[in-house]
């Protein structure tokens, strides 16, 4: 009997590895040598014929060399280039600052004339040569927070000493107001350099300088003109009192406490129109000023207020009481009795008394050998002495002494010689309407 075979038990097909093997032909792995031998061949063919030939080494190297020398030379340009906007920005520093330097000068200049123009104004207005009004001011012409700065100025204040900074924000253009609708959403807007805008403002500013000295000059011109009208017009009003106003003296000083050493003011007419101008100037107004101390000095006002007639002028008329020819020293006003009689000058009572035929008389003694006599008077209000001014109330209307009726008898004397006061009248009623105008 054969034996039978037994049969091997049935395992189950899960957690079985299959191992798979793989036969490489033999002309298969000859192949691929001797592809890799072919590779190997060609590869070292090609780079020993590359390094066996000059030629071609040589134009590789020379064409890394010239890209080579061409980097550096690009950056070689932009370095002289940084190194040109560095010199511009150091010019157009310098160029600033040198800007600024002469607007600071020209406003140190524009600040003493106007200290000049003001110093006359006042002078003027307060002879009452000048309307009463506002001083001419000086425009500010720099602003402490404008961009416009430089070092090395230290004088002024408006002007920080710093170094040129560009403005954080631009100023307003002229025209900028027209194109303010002009810009739609998209569009980029062009912005100036700070090099352009800190020009713009220096232009400007020397713009604004330009206009102030030229109104100071138009001020001057003004001032000079008025005063050589005023002028004529005094001198023409004090000729007809008949005195030589060259030789008389101006007295008295200036109320008040003044007073210093005296430093004249230094002036060339060649350095330009507002020295001349000022040079002219100067004499006329010392002469002005002088005239108008004279008119003040002297007896122009009227004795009583109001319009009054004359009853009896200077000069040769019929005595009232004689009813002959007779000499009449002086004008007679009529008026009410007991009407006020002023003083028609400032000075000092020299008589204050009963005097003869003058009735209650009051002498009024003035500048330049000039006096003043008031007469027949009801009431006598001052004392021998007492010093009086332009207005002053010396006494009361009436009739004593030689006299027919209530009336003013006043005379102007000169060295105790009697002259005709109406001269003197009609002078100061000219100079009244001359300084009312001024005023």
């Not at 003296?249 to 430093?263: F, Q, R, W, Y």
Request: proline residues 7%; glycine residues 8%; charged residues 20%.
């Amino acid at each position: 009997m054969h034996p039978q075979p037994q049969t091997a038990p049935t395992l189950p097909a899960s957690g079985l590895i299959v191992h798979r093997t793989y036969t490489v032909r033999r002309s298969t792995m000859l192949i691929g040598l001797g592809w890799l031998a072919l590779m190997t061949a060609c590869s070292g063919t090609a780079g020993w014929y590359i390094l066996s030939n000059d030629d071609l080494a040589a134009r590789l190297i020379a064409r890394e060399t010239t890209r080579q020398y061409a980097y550096e030379d690009r950056i070689a340009a932009l370095r002289a280039d940084i190194d040109r906007y560095a010199s511009r920005a150091l010019l157009d520093q310098d160029s600033v600052e040198s800007r600024v330097d002469e607007l600071a000068t020209r406003q140190a200049e524009l600040e003493s004339r106007q200290s000049l123009v003001t110093a006359l104004t006042d002078t003027l207005q307060s002879n009452g040569l000048l309307p009463a009004g506002k001083l001419p001011l000086r425009p500010r012409v720099a602003k402490p927070e404008e961009p416009v700065r430089a070092s090395g100025v230290t004088s002024f204040a408006p002007i920080v000493p710093s170094k040129p900074t560009p403005a954080p924000e631009a100023p307003p253009l002229r025209g900028a107001e027209a194109n303010a609708g002009g810009w739609q959403s998209g569009e980029a807007q062009a912005e100036q350099p700070p090099a352009k805008r800190v020009e713009a403002s220096l232009e400007k500013l020397g713009a604004a300088m330009d206009q102030t000295s030229a109104a100071q000059l138009d001020a001057l011109k003004d001032m000079d003109q008025k005063v050589a009208e005023t002028q004529k017009k005094l001198r023409s009003a004090l000729a007809e009192t008949g005195l030589d106003i060259s030789r008389m003296a101006v007295p008295g000083a200036a109320e008040g406490g003044m007073g210093g050493p005296l430093v004249p003011v230094k002036l060339d007419a060649s350095t330009g129109p507002f020295a001349a101008t000022l040079m002219d100037l100067q004499p006329r107004l010392t002469a002005l000023v002088r005239l108008r101390g004279l008119v003040e000095q002297m007896p122009l006002a009227r004795p009583m207020s109001g319009d009054h007639d004359f009853t009896s002028n200077f000069g040769y008329r019929t005595d009232p009481f004689t009813r002959g020819l007779a000499m009449h020293t002086g004008v007679d006003f009529r008026a009410a009795a007991g009407s006020a009689i002023l003083a028609t000058a400032p000075g000092k009572v020299v008589a204050a008394e009963y005097n003869g035929g003058y009735g209650n008389m009051v002498e009024v003694e003035h500048a330049n050998g000039l006096s003043t006599r008031y007469a027949h008077m009801s009431a006598i209000s001052v004392s021998v002495g007492q010093i009086v001014k332009t207005g002053t109330v010396l006494g009361r209307v009436g009739t004593t002494g030689r006299s027919t009726g209530p009336h003013l008898h006043y005379e102007t004397r000169i060295n105790e010689e009697p002259v005709d006061p109406t001269r003197f009248l009609n002078a100061g009623s000219k100079l009244a309407g001359i300084l009312q105008a001024s005023l």
